[in-house]
């Protein structure tokens, strides 16, 4: 795909039908932006969950501890909406899926994630993806007095969290040597360990899962974790099989490749989401992001560029996890960063800076807002930095300007 958005719809007569593949929060911020857009032709969503579109970052935060049981987000679609309907093919002009064929001048695909199962075991194992599955999970954390979770990455932390503030004996494995491996370099997911025994919990790192029977989890090297219920949390992948076969480009790990204005071929075909991956000019080279902010801001520029705006998706990455006591927040992208520099201390609140030379490429901030806001705005604006005056907890990052 071409990273310039030069084949735009500049022109081009609007479509009249419309489909939107996804229930989620993508898939309902794009129908959404259709309409406050101004499209009045027909809009379809095709939802494969049995629940309208709702909030997920509650489900293993304020639905998981009670608080809330409801996230249906509720803005009024003018759609005809679709539940239990999954798509199942896709071909020009057309969604086949378990409810028929659904004709369309334009399509956003938005199916997001499924997460990644422990295969080969016995037990049945709680999932936490679906509202379905946190109240699930939340019926079974009221009565077990032991919790095993695989996974220390962000969903198994947040469910760590809310289990053992429920007093249960809580055992987080892991095959990585740090918590939040998959995210997070190990200089930095090396400061998080601490909180685990802060709040009571058993992290066990460098230990494999090899199954499940009825008393637990058994681990490599013959050892074992004995627990009342098991959660995975070991990731999720691109819900994008059903798009084999229909043209639209696939990387290895299932994500839909698009161009700078999220469109994927052939035809009026666009993607946002969790299963979108783009060109970055901010950052260089193909991203693909698994959070909130960017499921609503790429369902945005996907519509728009479907009604004939021709908008480049570049933002700055943003997420959040509430977890162990401590808040994190996350800008940017580090991959490929030259330099780590931590700014503060770990016993505190502290910033974990990433460095392209004089840019800041990335930042994660714990406990420390005022320095997300700020990192983000340098990013940004590609804002050059002294690394040895941002390390300085004394000067704010817009002071360590070059």
């Not at 499209?39 to 969950?49: F, H, Q």
């Not at 080969?120 to 709680?126: D, F, K, L, M, Q």
């Not at 908008?311 to 580090?334: A, C, I, K, N």
């Amino acid at each position: 795909m071409e990273d310039a958005v030069s084949d735009g719809l500049r022109g081009v007569r609007g479509p009249r039908r419309v489909v939107v593949v996804g229930g989620g929060l993508a898939g309902h911020t794009a129908a959404a932006t259709l309409r406050a857009e101004g499209y009045d032709g027909g809009l379809t969503v095709l939802g494969a969950e049995p629940h309208p579109p709702y909030d997920r970052p509650p489900l293993s935060k304020e639905l998981l501890a009670g608080t809330v049981d409801d996230t249906t987000l509720k803005d009024d679609l003018d759609a005809d909406l679709r539940l239990r309907c999954r798509a199942l093919s896709l071909r020009p002009g057309t969604v086949e899926s378990t409810e028929g064929v659904h004709p369309y001048d334009a399509v956003i695909l938005a199916t997001g994630s499924s997460p990644i199962g422990l295969g080969g075991t016995s037990r049945a194992v709680h999932a936490l993806r679906t509202v379905g599955d946190a109240r699930r999970l939340r019926a079974a954390l009221r009565d077990a007095a032991s919790v095993a979770i695989v996974g220390a990455g962000w969903i198994g932390s947040e469910v760590a969290t809310r289990a053992a503030a429920l007093d249960r004996k809580v055992t987080v494995i892991d095959a990585a040597p740090t918590p939040l491996a998959r995210a997070l370099p190990g200089a930095v997911g090396g400061h998080l360990v601490p909180w685990y025994a802060e709040q009571g919990i058993d992290l066990r790192l460098n230990t494999p899962v090899t199954g499940l029977d009825d008393r637990g989890v058994s681990l490599a090297g013959g050892g074992r974790v004995d627990a009342d219920i098991v959660v995975a949390g070991i990731g999720a992948r691109p819900d994008t099989g059903w798009l084999r076969g229909s043209g639209v480009p696939l990387a290895p790990d299932g994500a839909v490749d698009a161009d700078a204005a999220l469109r994927t071929g052939p035809g009026a075909v666009y993607a946002a989401g969790d299963i979108v991956r783009w060109p970055s000019r901010l950052f260089g080279g193909r991203i693909r992001v698994e959070h909130w902010d960017h499921a609503a801001a790429s369902a945005q520029t996907a519509a728009r560029n479907v009604l004939g705006h021709v908008e480049p998706y570049d933002p700055v990455p943003y997420f959040w996890s509430d977890q162990l006591g401590h808040r994190l927040q996350y800008v940017g992208h580090h991959d490929g960063a030259e330099r780590l520099v931590l700014r503060g201390h770990p016993s505190d609140s502290w910033t974990a800076l990433w460095f392209d030379g004089r840019r800041l490429r990335a930042a994660l901030a714990v406990d420390n807002p005022r320095d997300v806001r700020e990192a983000r705005r340098l990013i940004a604006d590609r804002v050059p930095l002294s690394a040895e005056r941002a390390a300085d907890p004394a000067v704010r990052l817009t002071d360590a300007a070059d």
